[in-house]
């Protein structure tokens, strides 16, 4: 085995392990893209069902409904990344 066979060997391997290290860095970036989104869409809708329930004195019944409604967009976010994720 001479150098330029060893260089090229050892080019191989750092291209494959670079390779592997940015896919599970892309990989968790994705779960906490997708975390972030569901956590946000609810927290947003039950903050908007909070100050309308506030506004309109109907205590908790607003709050639930955009609470549902927040959960119900997060899960879509979630699926429809999943779906782009695979298309990839």
Do not use: C, Q
């Amino acid at each position: 085995m001479d150098l330029k066979e060893l260089k090229n060997k050892i080019k191989k391997t750092n291209l494959i392990k670079t390779t592997s290290e940015t896919h599970k860095g892309n990989a968790f970036g994705i779960a906490m893209r997708m975390g972030t989104e569901f956590v946000a869409a609810v927290f947003v809708a039950s903050f908007i069902g909070f100050y309308l329930d506030k506004w309109l004195d109907t205590k908790p019944i607003l709050m639930l409904i955009f609470f549902f409604i927040g959960a119900a967009t997060g899960i879509l976010n979630v699926v429809r990344t999943s779906k782009m994720i695979n298309k990839e």
